[in-house]
């Protein structure tokens, strides 16, 4: 039976996670919480938690020194009375709302009024151009768009019937966000009250697109705002705490950890928000604003480890890395800077995070770590569908697990591809250990065979990252005659070095010694790698710029070879 009081329900499923002594009893104790048929978090969860609350949720730190701080309950105010201007200009429960902010107030703000009108978040990069936009307006049904008065230009060319609300200055054709929402409401002022059903869409995010035309994940009122008590857990969060994660809004990571995760745990939401990319700036908020969970991805941690990490801060209590494994080399060059070690999780933008290596447990360096609380991870054959100690990463549905995907957006048969035989699929490959570590292996189009031999790019990608040349990698089959493929790396070279035949047989022979016969890197090419907005390297397109290059019948030109090197020849390969 439901909790009569769907909020005491959610605070018992949290406190349980907070009070387990171990990872171990939070896997075996926790149930996903019993809310009935009507749930909204903004109402049920945040509002409650932030009735007079002076604790701060939400502080922003600009490049140039400039702050912000919001109390919980000034975030609660802030957002009923942007919820009543929205309605006011027609937003509707089951409206689409584009939401296209960077990190500043208005973002957090609106995503609070939107959910507590019943309206449907899809929150966009400031990336994206007209012909991204319109694709989002259309496959999106997009009924209104909020954004600030910088990217107004963008939607000119956009087709479409949408209410338009810009931050900043004043656009024709375009409703001024309000001003005034710090004020006291006006007697007789009332948000509307809206009722949303636990199944009730809540936001629609858009995938990467590493492989095609970015997907619409559709997440329900419980399944991102109920599922992050998963993420919370693995990030180890706990009320009071600071939390500062490097995620760019507009991707489902930032609402892991820049917005559901933190304010379930009744944590502050620490933003350091810059232009570009500040390493060193970002290492001196972490000691100022003593920040004590952090969250950042593998390219952020390579470039702290670049600008020099110098002593831990000292609240930090809690390290974390997704977004793409983690290498084990940046993993031990951060335990010897500061004594914490980065702890490695995973997840996708259909669901939380589902696997990772939760505060207190060993961490073994390469691994993800373990199915999180709530979570049955099971590893199943890509050929033939049956379970083992390799395969790829799927969730049982025999009990649907609440922290899952409603559907793809309008693409049945995609949803119908992920959602078969009884089991979510990830499209990941990963390797479970005797003690029940998972290792992460590649996509299951990642993965590809040398001389009848699997070889895992993660693999290979993590021992190029050792060699100091190699400030990042891409590693991709090229098309042979003899051994069907052979392993191909992309490299972007390090400050210092350059794309000489020197550096080519320096990586080549590092390779070689790090690396067992059947992934030897027989082909390299220094460059940038191309990625998707939210930064993933497109191995797609690698893998096709080699299958054309066999189609031309012509080499690729910046291309070295390890037969232009008789000296590679006494290299020892790796056993």
């Keep these: 039976m439901p909790d009569a009081n769907p909020t005491i329900a959610y605070r018992d499923a949290r406190d349980q996670l907070l009070s387990a002594p171990t990872a171990d009893a939070a896997r075996a104790d926790f149930r996903w919480p019993?809310?009935?048929?009507?749930?909204?978090?903004?109402?049920?969860?945040?509002?409650?938690?932030?009735?007079?609350?002076?604790?701060?949720?939400?502080?922003?730190?600009?490049?140039?020194?400039?702050?912000?701080?919001?109390?919980?309950?000034?975030?609660?105010?802030r957002s009923d009375r942007l919820a009543v201007r929205l309605h006011e200009h027609g937003v509707?429960?089951?409206?689409?709302?584009?939401?296209?902010?960077?990190?500043?107030?208005?973002?957090?703000?609106?995503?609070?009024?939107?959910?507590?009108?019943?309206?449907?978040?899809?929150?966009?990069?400031?990336?994206?151009?007209?012909?991204?936009?319109?694709?989002?307006?259309?496959?999106?049904?997009?009924?209104?768009?909020?954004?600030?008065?910088?990217?107004?230009?963008?939607?000119?060319?956009?087709?479409?019937?949408?209410?338009?609300?810009?931050?900043?200055?004043?656009?024709?054709?375009?409703t001024d966000y309000p001003a005034d929402l710090g004020e006291p409401a006006?007697?007789?002022?009332?948000?509307?009250?809206?009722?949303?059903?636990?199944?009730?869409?809540?936001?629609?995010?858009?995938t990467s697109g590493t492989t095609s035309k970015p997907k619409m994940v559709v997440h329900t009122q419980t399944s991102y705002p109920v599922g992050h008590l998963s993420t919370m857990h693995w990030l180890g969060l706990r009320p009071g705490d600071v939390h500062l994660a490097?995620?760019?809004?507009?991707?489902?990571?930032?609402?892991?950890?820049?917005?559901?995760?933190?304010?379930?745990?009744?944590a502050t939401v620490f933003v350091h928000d810059t232009p570009r990319f500040d390493p060193a700036g970002l290492l001196a908020q972490l000691e100022r604003a003593e920040v004590s969970t952090f969250c950042a991805p593998p390219t952020a941690w390579r470039m702290m480890l670049q600008a020099d990490l110098g002593a831990r801060p000292r609240a930090l209590r809690e390290v974390v890395s997704a977004g793409e494994p983690l290498n084990p080399e940046v993993i031990d060059r951060v335990a010897d800077a500061w004594g914490l070690t980065i702890r490695d999780g995973y997840g996708q933008?259909?669901?939380?995070?589902?696997?990772?290596?939760?505060?207190?447990?060993?961490?073994?360096?390469?691994?993800?770590?373990?199915?999180?609380?709530?979570?049955?991870?099971?590893?199943?054959?890509?050929?033939?569908?049956?379970?083992?100690?390799?395969?790829?990463?799927?969730?049982?549905?025999?009990?649907?697990?609440?922290?899952?995907?409603?559907?793809?957006?309008g693409d049945p048969d995609r949803t119908a591809a992920a959602v078969r035989d009884g089991f979510f699929h990830t499209g990941d490959i990963a390797v479970r250990s005797a003690d029940g570590e998972l290792t992460f292996i590649g996509r299951t189009d990642?993965?590809?065979?040398?001389?009848?031999?699997?070889?895992?790019?993660?693999e290979v990608e993590s021992a190029l990252l050792q060699h100091p040349a190699v400030a990042e990698s891409a590693v991709v089959p090229a098309p042979d005659d003899a051994r069907l493929n052979v392993v191909k790396a992309y490299v972007t070279l390090a400050s210092g070095w350059e794309a000489t035949?020197?550096?080519?047989?320096?990586?080549?022979?590092?390779?070689?010694?790090?690396?067992?016969a059947y992934a030897r890197v027989r082909r390299v090419e220094f460059g940038d790698l191309p990625k998707t907005i939210s930064g993933k390297i497109r191995r797609v397109e690698l893998r096709e710029r080699e299958e054309r290059a066999?189609?031309?019948?012509?080499?690729?030109?910046?291309?070295?070879?390890?037969?232009?090197?008789?000296?590679?020849?006494?290299?020892?390969?790796?056993?």
């Design 34 to 77: 019993d809310l009935g048929a009507t749930f909204n978090w903004a109402n049920d969860w945040f509002d409650v938690i932030a009735a007079d609350n002076d604790r701060i949720a939400l502080w922003i730190v600009d490049g140039d020194g400039g702050e912000q701080r919001f109390t919980y309950a000034e975030m609660a105010a």
């Design 92 to 174: 509707r429960k089951g409206d689409h709302v584009l939401v296209m902010l960077g990190n500043r107030l208005e973002l957090w703000e609106t995503m609070l009024a939107v959910i507590k009108l019943g309206a449907v978040i899809l929150p966009t990069s400031t990336m994206l151009d007209t012909s991204d936009l319109q694709d989002r307006v259309d496959r999106g049904h997009v009924a209104h768009v909020v954004t600030t008065a910088g990217e107004t230009a963008k939607f000119v060319g956009v087709d479409g019937d949408f209410s338009r609300t810009v931050i900043g200055g004043a656009a024709e054709g375009w």
């Design 186 to 206: 006006p007697e007789g002022e009332a948000r509307p009250v809206v009722v949303t059903r636990t199944s009730d869409p809540c936001l629609v995010y858009f």
């Design 246 to 266: 490097i995620s760019s809004p507009g991707w489902g990571k930032h609402a892991w950890s820049c917005f559901f995760s933190p304010w379930i745990a009744e």
């Design 349 to 409: 933008t259909e669901t939380t995070a589902i696997i990772g290596n939760a505060p207190g447990q060993p961490v073994t360096a390469g691994a993800m770590g373990r199915p999180l609380p709530g979570v049955s991870v099971t590893l199943l054959d890509p050929l033939t569908g049956r379970p083992g100690d390799e395969g790829e990463v799927c969730l049982d549905l025999t009990e649907r697990p609440v922290n899952l995907m409603a559907e793809y957006l």
């Design 446 to 458: 990642d993965v590809f065979k040398s001389s009848d031999y699997k070889v895992s790019p993660f």
């Design 501 to 516: 035949a020197d550096s080519a047989e320096q990586v080549l022979a590092f390779a070689r010694s790090a690396l067992p």
């Design 550 to 575: 066999v189609t031309d019948g012509a080499r690729l030109e910046g291309e070295w070879r390890d037969d232009e090197f008789p000296g590679l020849r006494r290299v020892v390969p790796s056993a």
